[in-house]
């Protein structure tokens, strides 16, 4: 296991060099879809226009992103009512609408009409989702009120899970078009260095991928990996179609980028730009 953090919360090196390990090979590669809820987080520490997501959203795809994901929470935390439209116009490849399945999410999604749908438990409390929807509780609630509603639109459909047989069985049955397996516990388990933890969590999750596959249904993944985890992660799992990455990668990007940009501003300073 390569080392998991520096002091500074950003992920090694050596991870990057890992992930960089990976391209090339003969195996397809799973997609990236760009979590850019934290850009909005920025944006909204400051009450102003900016960051704007949707110009984040421009520049991970045209920087080779598969798509971009976002969520808009009930208490509208980070991207609001207004990003969906700038949002949507922007974006040219997959357009993943994250959300609780509550009726005034449903609306806005149909009203959307994002490529996919990704359906998640929702705690007012909670700093961030804390794992897959309960899905024997919810199945036959959300397929009426939801599922049903958003593919009669053409929307495809896919719910965040926990690796659990059962939850995937049911996911099957009702017809969705994907499922998201919930990478949270592996990488809390990574970040541990508990590596017995790992395995397991690892095992789980490439168990339930194929089990997923073989039921026909398309096999996305996320929820804390990073530069330090995702190699251990891709090499593990089969059938991955879609990852979606968030908080580590927009905190990556402050970092890769934070000397470029103090250059910037020091070329202003000392009047070599312009004139
Ligand atoms: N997938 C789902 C369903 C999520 O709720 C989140 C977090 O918003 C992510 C993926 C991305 O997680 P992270 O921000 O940890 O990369």
């Known amino acids: 296991m390569s080392s998991v953090q520096d002091t500074q919360g950003t992920q090694s090196i050596q991870g990057l060099q890992e992930a960089q ?3 090339g ?24 226009g900016f960051p704007d ?62 490529t996919l749908c990704t359906l998640v438990p929702e705690g007012r409390e909670e700093l961030t989702t804390e794992g897959g929807l309960d899905v024997p509780a919810v199945v036959d609630e959300i397929s009426k009120t939801a599922i049903s509603p958003l593919q009669k639109k053409g929307i495809q459909v896919s719910l965040f899970v926990d ?13 969705v078009e ?10 809390n ?24 596959d073989g039921k026909g249904l398309l096999v996305n993944a996320g929820h804390g990996l990073n530069l330090d985890n995702l190699h251990a992660f891709l090499s593990a799992v089969p059938h991955l179609h879609e990852i979606s990455i968030g908080h580590a990668l927009i905190s990556d990007a402050l970092f890769l980028g934070l000397s470029t940009t103090v ?11 312009g004139s």
């Not at 090979?25 to 102003?48: C, F, M, Q, W, Y």
């Not at 690796?163 to 017809?175: C, K, M, R, T």
């Not at 994907?178 to 990488?187: S, V």
């Not at 250059?263 to 730009?273: C, D, H, M, V, W």
């Open 178 to 187: 994907a499922i998201e397996l919930h990478t949270g516990t592996f990488a």
């Open 53 to 114: 997501p949707a110009r984040a959203a421009g520049i991970c795809e045209a920087a080779g992103a598969d798509g971009i994901v976002f969520h808009l929470r009930g208490d509208r935390r980070h991207i609001r009512d207004e990003d969906l439209p700038k949002l949507k116009s922007m974006v040219k490849g997959t357009l993943d609408f994250e959300m609780a399945a509550t009726q005034e999410m449903v609306g806005l999604c149909l009203d959307l009409e994002p």
């Open 163 to 175: 690796p659990v047989l059962s939850h995937i069985d049911l996911s099957a049955e009702i017809g």
């Open 189 to 212: 388990a990574w970040m541990s260095g508990d590596s017995e933890n790992v395995k397991r969590e690892i095992d789980r999750l490439a168990e339930a991928a194929e089990y997923a």
């Open 263 to 273: 250059k910037a501003y020091l070329a202003l300073l000392q009047g070599e730009t």
């Open 21 to 23: 390990g990976t391209q």
């Open 25 to 48: 090979s003969s195996k397809t590669s799973p997609k990236l879809l760009v979590n850019i809820d934290h850009i909005a987080t920025l944006r909204n520490a400051r009450g102003e």
